[in-house]
Nanobody, 116 residues
Framework: QVQLVESGGGLVQAGGSLRLSCAASGSTVSINTMGWYRQAPGKQRELVAGITRRDSTNYADSVKGRFTISRDNAKNTVYLQMNSLKPEDTAVYYC??????????WGQGTLVTVSS
């Protein structure tokens, strides 16, 4: 089993920065890709950024150039550096791990609020 714990959310003014962390524990060798999703009130959950075991990354168009995903394999941790935050980035951010056996694991979510 794999467990994910997010941290780093909070309240920030527009234009500010936050860094989210997602620490994985358990059978981390079974993790294939990891990513960050977000869900704003009344909206569907959407992919923000993903990173593969080989550090290939992909981003939602809305965050390209502002957000950066990275991973520290030694610490089994994935980060999301968020710069130039906008009010529309306000959401609950969830860490996701896709396992090599085809299952998915989700973290509990961390709230990011960007004030205008």
């Amino acid at each position: 089993q794999v467990q994910l714990v997010e941290s780093g959310g909070g309240l920030v003014q527009a234009g500010g920065s936050l860094r989210l962390s997602c620490a994985a524990s358990g059978s981390t060798v079974s993790i294939n890709t990891m990513g960050w999703y977000r869900q704003a009130p009344g909206k569907q959950r959407e992919l923000v950024a993903g990173i593969t075991r080989r550090d290939s990354t992909n981003y939602a168009d809305s965050v390209k150039g502002r957000f950066t995903i990275s991973r520290d394999n030694a610490k089994n941790t994935v980060y999301l550096q968020m710069n130039s935050l906008k009010p529309e980035d306000t959401a609950v951010y969830y860490c996701n791990a896709k396992l090599i056996i085809g299952l998915e694991v989700w973290g509990q979510g961390t709230l990011v609020t960007v004030s205008s």
